[in-house]
């Protein structure tokens, strides 16, 4: 107790809020205790400083342990947002306390009713979409949260495309059509929006965990050819059995990347991309796409593997052979047969 008592010194804000949590959960059976706790916690809101979210979280989980959260509805901000809404951010920037978010989730037929939808209150200023998203992390342990956090996404675009409400339904709906309309159209969506490449990778590793060799999907990632973009070429090559198709995105891939600001290499079905291939060039984020899915899928697929050597070892592309040997080599150790080519070309070099 004595411990859990100083949960206001702690600087890291899951620590803070877990502390908060137990100790307040200790202090329930004690009528006095639990009372001076209470006006401690009603003090504390709003707060201020550095670590002002991290406080406020902490404060929040006592009360809402000891079910006085309503204590915060009403109250006003005294600096900055002069008379606005307290507000308690689940979030600390971009870190996300999971303790508090799980304390939300556990305890959400509670908060829900305090709230009475004031649920700004638990958001920094950002919109409840955000809000959801984050909520969505948490929301599978919780069926009651998670039945709201579906039903906020049925009309808000924004959270049905993030990474964490894709998760959420595929962990409720494992390989559903409804998961697979989601994923696709996350893969689609190549719209100016914050966490695309988020959104993306989730909607590429869900395809490929619960769906990978269904034709089907495969067919249906094929179909987004009008709107190709390096996204779609990492989802079907993790997913895709025809990798003929993956290998000819990933070797365009390739060819650009060794070209500065080049259009000269672009089969047909490319041109309207021309200007991300140029972009990948500069950009991670759009290479990751790519890279990343394919290392994934060479670490169990020896099908797969069997290809990338085949266009290796048949490839008079520079280009080609310094990335694709790299990529077989992050994907696993070397084999007699890549060993043997390497040292080839190793001496083809020295002898030119």
């Not at 989802?235 to 500065?260: H, P």
């Amino acid at each position: 107790m004595d411990v859990l008592k100083g949960w206001d010194t702690e600087r890291n804000a899951e620590v803070k809020a877990q502390a908060s949590l137990q100790y307040h959960s200790l202090l329930k059976a004690d009528e006095v205790e639990r009372t001076d706790a209470v006006k401690v916690l009603d003090s504390m809101l709003p707060c201020y400083g550095p670590d002002h979210e991290e406080r406020r979280q902490a404060a929040a989980a006592g009360l809402i342990v000891l079910k006085h959260l309503d204590l915060v509805v009403g109250k006003v901000e005294s600096i900055g947002h002069v008379g606005r809404q307290v507000n308690i951010p689940v979030t600390d920037g971009l870190k996300k306390n999971r303790v508090f978010l799980n304390l939300l989730g556990t305890h959400w037929g509670y908060v829900k009713q305090v709230l009475a939808g004031k649920f700004e209150i638990l958001t920094q200023n950002v919109g409840p979409s955000e809000l959801w998203q984050n909520l969505a992390i948490v929301a599978a342990e919780h069926p009651s949260l998670a039945t709201d956090v579906l039903e906020a996404g049925e009309t808000d675009l924004g959270l049905r495309g993030s990474a964490n409400f894709l998760t959420l339904v595929g962990r409720l709906e494992p390989r559903s059509e409804r998961l697979a309309q989601l994923c696709l159209a996350a893969i689609a969506d190549n719209g100016p929006r914050d966490d695309l490449f988020d959104s993306n990778e989730a909607a590429a590793v869900l395809l490929a965990d619960q769906f990978r060799g269904d034709p089907r999907i495969e067919e249906r990632l094929v179909g987004l050819g009008s709107r190709w973009h390096f996204p779609l070429v990492g989802a079907i090559t993790n997913c895709s059995k025809s990798w003929n198709l993956a290998l000819q995105g990933l070797e365009l891939w390739m060819l650009a990347n060794s070209m500065q600001n080049t259009r000269v290499f672009q089969p047909q079905c490319y041109q309207q991309r021309s200007k991300q291939i140029c972009f990948a060039q500069r950009n991670p984020f759009f290479v990751n796409n790519v890279i990343r899915p394919l290392v994934a899928r060479l670490r169990d697929d020896p099908e797969a593997v069997g290809h990338v050597c085949n266009t290796l070892f048949t490839s008079a592309n520079p280009t080609i052979k310094a990335s694709f040997s790299k990529i077989l080599a992050f994907s696993g150790s070397f084999t007699v047969e890549r060993d043997k080519w390497s040292q080839e070309e190793i001496g083809r070099q020295i002898s030119l």
